[in-house]
Nanobody
Framework: QVQLVGSGGGLVQAGGSLRLSCAASGSIFSINAMGWYRQAPGKQRELVATVTSDGSTTYADSVKGRFTISRDNAKNTVYLQMNSLKPEDTAVYYC???????????WGQGTQVTVSS
């Protein structure tokens, strides 16, 4: 099993920045990709960004150029630097980690990000 604990959400004005962190513990050897998803009220959970253990990244089109995902393998931690935030970025952000064999996703508890206009 893998446990994920996310932090760093909050309230920020449009144009501001926030940095999310997510620390993984447990069966770390079993995970490959880590990432962030978000879910706004009344909407489905959507991918924000992912990073593999070798540093390859993917981003949703809506956040490209504004968000940066990074990973510290020594600390088993993934970060999401969010710049130029927009009100439409408001959501609960969930950290995820994917099992390297089963491709099962593990989830963190979610952290609220609210961007005011």
């Amino acid at each position: 099993q893998v446990q994920l604990v996310g932090s760093g959400g909050g309230l920020v004005q449009a144009g501001g920045s926030l940095r999310l962190s997510c620390a993984a513990s447990g069966s770390i050897f079993s995970i490959n990709a880590m990432g962030w998803y978000r879910q706004a009220p009344g909407k489905q959970r959507e991918l924000v960004a992912t990073v593999t253990s070798d540093g390859s990244t993917t981003y949703a089109d809506s956040v490209k150029g504004r968000f940066t995902i990074s990973r510290d393998n020594a600390k088993n931690t993934v970060y999401l630097q969010m710049n130029s935030l927009k009100p439409e970025d408001t959501a609960v952000y969930y950290c995820s980690a994917r099992h390297v064999v089963t491709l099962q996703n593990y989830w963190g508890q979610g952290t609220q990000v609210t961007v005011s206009s």
